[in-house]
């Protein structure tokens, strides 16, 4: 029974909240285990599922030594899966008391300067197809502050070169309206007129950015092309390409950028999310004012 109602929580989550199949396998490993300590205990009914029954799963949880972000995640997908019981009459809400709010500790995202980001930039040749490819893609990356899944699955229809804009389909499927600059409208422009064209022969497609057979950039592909051209830019530490989108973040707010318009660039349900980026101005801020103020 309990393994039925998990699967109708899924099913709910992926039409009523748009989750996306990553999400729905993560909170179906987390609710598999919760079921699990339901059924070493002698549950089997959803009303019987009571505060003292979920102290103990949270006990269980924390005698197997997992990080405090992993109990979390499980503590919050159980929460949800209870309220929604609740909801359909199938279990008390009051036993969600016994799962404690608790909040992870937020980590402020790393971040390229500008200095680096002109480097990492400037690493793709343009002389031949893929730097050209590549050269637009992290131009594009920068300029829009898009999720790489985000980029990877733009459609040429999706680019509006004429307007500076690009439409893109985010978290739960979402759409919003980026701006885009004008070097990156330009490096779209040149890729689509000669190396896209060349690309595109071998497999006809929709997508904006190809591989060499035709088919749409590969996450993996596109992530180790970003540690190529960091390397070649000479940026030692570690770089991924969701740290062009923090950067786009930063740089903005460090240039006057307000909140509530960067959230929207930037696809976030809530202000919370992107509040985060006001600490790393903050830090910024901070070193400005020790090399320039006389007693600092």
């Not at 829009?144 to 459609?155: A, C, F, M, P, Q």
């Amino acid at each position: 029974m309990m393994d039925k109602l998990i699967q109708q929580f899924l099913d709910y989550s992926a039409v009523e909240r748009g989750l996306s199949n990553k999400t729905l396998e993560a909170y179906g490993r987390d609710l598999s285990q919760f079921a699990a300590y339901l059924v070493d205990i002698g549950v089997e009914k959803p009303m019987d599922i009571d505060e003292e029954r979920l102290i103990g799963f949270v006990q269980r949880l924390q005698s197997n030594k997992l990080s405090q972000a992993s109990i979390t995640r499980k503590l919050t997908v159980v929460r949800c899966f209870i309220k929604h019981l609740s909801a359909e009459g199938l279990a008390s809400k009051s036993s969600l008391d016994a799962i404690p709010a608790i909040r992870n500790p937020r980590r402020l995202p790393k971040y390229l300067d500008v200095d680096e980001v002109g480097r990492l930039l400037r690493a793709p040749s343009i002389s031949d197809p893929y730097g050209l490819r590549d050269k637009a893609m992290l131009e594009t990356l920068y300029a829009t502050g898009l999720r790489v899944s985000e980029l990877i699955n733009l459609k040429v229809e999706d680019v509006n070169l004429k307007t500076g804009f690009v439409r893109c389909i985010g978290k739960g499927n979402k759409e919003r309206i980026v701006p885009i600059g004008e070097i990156a409208a330009e490096l779209i422009n040149a890729y689509m007129a000669s190396a896209r064209e060349g690309f595109a022969r071998a497999n006809r497609s929709e997508y904006l950015f190809l591989t060499k057979l035709g088919k749409p950039m590969s996450r993996v592909m596109f992530w180790m092309n970003v540690k190529k051209y960091a390397k070649i830019a000479g940026i030692t530490r570690q770089i991924s390409p969701h740290v062009l989108r923090h950067s786009f973040a930063t740089h903005l707010l460090e240039r006057g950028a307000d909140l509530r318009s960067l959230q929207e660039m930037l696809g976030h349900a809530g202000i919370a999310t992107t509040e985060v980026y006001t600490h790393v101005t903050r830090d910024h801020l901070r070193e400005i004012y020790k090399e320039a103020h006389p007693r600092a």
